[in-house]
């Protein structure tokens, strides 16, 4: 079917609602703007479903959140090994129409005979994962769209696990979603009749504090944030999302009270009306917290994005606050965990870190001083999660998982990033450096470097909206893909990894290699001087992205080969 002829079938189909039709109405002799909401349906990728709120296929709007639960209902009821009974956990965040959309998904599962448990008010992404464990759930159910703009929202799927469906699982929820051409033969019940079927409960406080039971439990140091937690100073914003009560209250109960909360920032706002965005990867995001700060002297600055995932730090630097990137913090959690261990001799035999593809290499020479091994795995957290799962039928013991995104994970009680776990296990790092070594973290990173060298990361992106920059971005990996360059920057290129094949080719001798990892759409160059670059498209926003890593025995150097690397390459896709 044509975009026209599905924007008309919506227009004057009896099943969609007037507010719809009106908004249909309201772009009739817009083109461009009917082509753009119907050219596609919303797609699955790293992330799940996400995209601008608005009517039409390529849009977030109940209907289409129906479609896509009936379809997760298709999936849980034909490929299941414990049925329906089992029921599907869902959660939400704090944008617009969030609550409306877990309710909508709810409904329909419930019209389907699969119990349906919705948590009372917006809950973080992480203990959604922690909830479907402790359930024993078959499915689970966020409805977010992380740091995006507010005009987005999104749909994401977990499995039994807790992970995030990885793609052998999430190609058949999206067959059962793809084969409903028909709204009405959606099932659907009133909430009444859920309710006294037995098949709509809401969660409340008793998971939340099992959740953070389970966080407490994998952290070190408790009992010096018990004695000691006072001893710094913490600012704190959930940059009006889903972290405002948890991680308030985790840290109160380690022993963290010397706490401030950015209050412009803490109640939920679906328009984040103090941040052009709530990511907590960009430093604009702090600027109240910034201004708080000038009072308040902080040692720690902390944001979590609105479903609290994502978790990103500034340190007090003499007069001044550093931001610390997502590989910073990483290198630093992984360094501070195994090192820690170690101390109490607690160390495993086979400890295991895992990181993604575009995560820096400054892991590995840690990780070897302790005996640890790395995984890498592709970029996305249920990589993370899925590898967690086939760890447990081995004797290696997962010690961190982290992606430069600014997503970590201690634990296994969840198979999802988690900035509320986060958030404790960095207060705990900077109380710890504080009063055992009287150092903070930009120190204990200084350290490091130079004991192992000096990594640079950086991302860029290029944001190509709509059909034509989608077929733009496909154009542009395509052309890398068939003809590899022989040099970038100067530097030969000597390994050319193409992850949809999956194979690697190394230039130096001939030899190709298979990669032992699922296909994705992702390029990757290795040069003479060991320097990376990274290619892939965003699985949730418009956007081809490219990453940048060099290493080098000096910041001065390091930095150099970063910024000649960046803009000799970029001026290359250019003429691509």
């Known amino acids: 079917m044509s975009y026209k002829s599905k924007y008309r079938d919506w227009l004057l189909n009896d099943y969609f609602d007037e507010e719809i039709k009106e908004e249909l109405e309201s772009i009739k002799d817009n083109e461009q703007e009917i082509e753009d909401r119907f050219y596609k349906n919303l797609e699955f990728g790293t992330g799940g479903m ?35 009974d089992s029921g599907v956990v869902i959660a939400y965040d704090s944008r617009h129409k969030s609550r409306e959309f877990a309710e909508e998904a709810a409904l329909v599962l419930a019209g389907n005979g699969i119990k349906a448990y919705l948590f009372n008010e917006l809950r973080p992404t992480p203990e959604l994962s922690f909830a479907v464990r402790e359930l024993d759930a078959e499915a689970g159910v966020v409805i977010t769209a992380s740091h995006n703009p507010p005009e987005y929202n999104g749909y994401k799927v977990y499995g039994s696990d807790g992970c995030q469906l990885v793609p ?17 033969l959606i099932k659907r019940i009133e909430k009444s009749e859920a309710e006294e079927e037995g ?47 948890p991680v308030r209250n985790i840290l109160s109960d380690l022993g963290f009270k010397e706490m401030m909360v950015v209050q412009r920032q803490a109640e939920p706002d679906p328009e984040f009306s103090t941040v052009s965005s709530p990511n907590p990867e960009e430093r604009e995001a702090y600027t109240l917290a910034l201004e708080l ?39 630093l959690m992984a360094d501070y965990l195994l090192g820690r261990k ?6 495993p035999e086979f400890p295991v870190i895992i990181k993604t593809i575009v995560s820096t290499e400054m892991i590995k020479p840690i990780a070897d001083k302790y005996g640890a091994k790395v995984k890498d795995v592709l970029t996305g957290f249920k990589y993370i999660g899925d590898e967690i799962n086939k760890m447990e039928a081995t004797d290696e013991e997962f010690i961190l998982g982290f992606e430069e995104s600014f997503g970590f994970l201690t634990g296994t009680y969840v198979r999802d990033k988690d900035a509320v776990n986060a958030a404790a296990l960095l207060a705990m790092m900077v109380l710890y450096y504080k009063e055992e070594r009287e150092i903070n973290l930009l120190q204990r990173l200084s350290e490091l470097r130079e004991e192992h060298g000096f990594f640079l990361e950086d991302l860029e992106s290029m944001r190509l909206e709509g059909k034509e920059g989608q077929e733009e971005i496909e154009r542009i990996i395509a052309s890398l893909r068939e003809d590899c360059p022989a040099e970038i920057a100067g530097e030969k290129v000597v390994v050319f990894k193409d992850y949809l094949n999956k194979v690697a080719k190394d230039f130096s001798t001939g030899e190709e290699k298979e990669i032992n990892l699922p296909e994705s759409n992702v390029l990757q160059f290795i040069l003479a001087d060991e320097s990376k670059i990274t290619i892939r498209p965003s699985g949730t926003e418009p956007k081809l992205k490219f990453y940048f890593a060099v290493r080098s025995n000096s910041e001065e150097k390091a930095a150099s080969s970063l910024g000649i690397l960046k803009e000799e390459f970029l001026e290359m896709i250019d003429k691509t």
């Open 293 to 331: 700060a000038e009072s308040y002297n902080p040692d720690l600055i902390m944001a979590t994005d609105p479903d609290a995932d994502r978790l990103g730090a500034l340190i007090k630097d003499g007069d001044s606050y550093t931001s610390l990137n997502g590989n910073e913090i990483g290198v």
């Open 199 to 245: 098949l709509f409960e809401l969660l409340g406080s008793d998971m939340d504090e099992k959740y953070k039971e389970a966080i407490i439990e994998v952290l070190p140091d408790v009992e010096l944030a018990n004695k000691a937690g006072n001893n710094i100073k913490i600012i704190y914003s959930p940059l009006h999302g889903t972290g405002n009560k």
């Open 342 to 347: 170690q101390e109490e001799n607690l160390l």
């Open 50 to 84: 996400r995209g601008k709120m608005g009517a039409g296929t390529n849009r977030m709007n109940k209907y289409i959140v129906r479609k896509a639960t009936q379809g997760l209902a298709n999936y849980v009821i034909n490929y299941s090994e414990k049925g329906k």
């Open 168 to 184: 052998d699982k999430a190609r058949k929820v999206i067959a059962e979603i793809n084969e409903l051409d028909d709204f009405s």
